[in-house]
């Protein structure tokens, strides 16, 4: 939780049913703080929309279309940002060391938390619980982790349509 991301509503409500929060408290917050950001995304788009920094931030941040156009995965993305984090509370474990918690290839967990693919949902059980997550929180994990696999599903079978599908006029 480096502050770079706000967490989606699912994974927040997560985190705050986890701890005992206030969920309907920590939503309005959040709320709040997306309106707030909006706010100034609009104010730097409408005082400088050719200026370098403008269009570097615009490129870094990304948009849901240019993520789908590069294949990306919305959901996939915000369940890897949430091992990183608790990667990183566990004190930054290396890859190796996690995978003989877990009894995991080093490589499912290379590929796991950079993002490149989704692993079984008992290795990412196994995953959450070599890095000591609470098992009410790893259990919690499973509406997101399907949600992403759903998203991923979704994605790979528009591919295979504009792959299989004609194109017309020619």
Do not use: C
Not at 1 to 28: F, S, Y
Not at 41 to 50: I, P, V, Y
Request: proline letters at 4%; hydrophobic letters at 35%.
């Amino acid at each position: 939780m480096r502050g770079d991301r706000i967490p989606t509503r699912d994974i927040l409500a997560i985190i705050v049913n986890a701890w005992g929060g206030d969920e309907a408290g920590w939503m309005a917050k959040r709320s709040a703080v997306e309106g707030e950001l909006e706010r100034d995304r609009r104010a730097t788009l409408s005082t400088d929309r050719t200026s370098p920094s403008a269009v570097t931030s615009s490129r870094t941040r990304g948009n849901a279309g240019d993520n789908e156009a590069r294949g990306g995965n919305d959901e996939r993305r915000q369940l890897v940002e949430f091992l990183q984090r608790v990667r990183a509370q566990a004190g930054q474990p290396t890859l190796r060391r996690i995978a003989m918690a877990a009894n995991v290839p080093v490589s499912t967990l290379s590929d796991t938390f950079s993002g490149k693919r989704l692993p079984r949902f008992d290795t990412l059980q196994q995953i959450l619980m070599a890095l000591r997550v609470d098992p009410e929180l790893a259990l919690a994990v499973r509406h997101v982790y399907d949600r992403a696999l759903d998203q991923e599903r979704q994605l790979r079978d528009q591919r295979r349509t504009r792959l299989t599908t004609p194109e017309r006029g020619r």
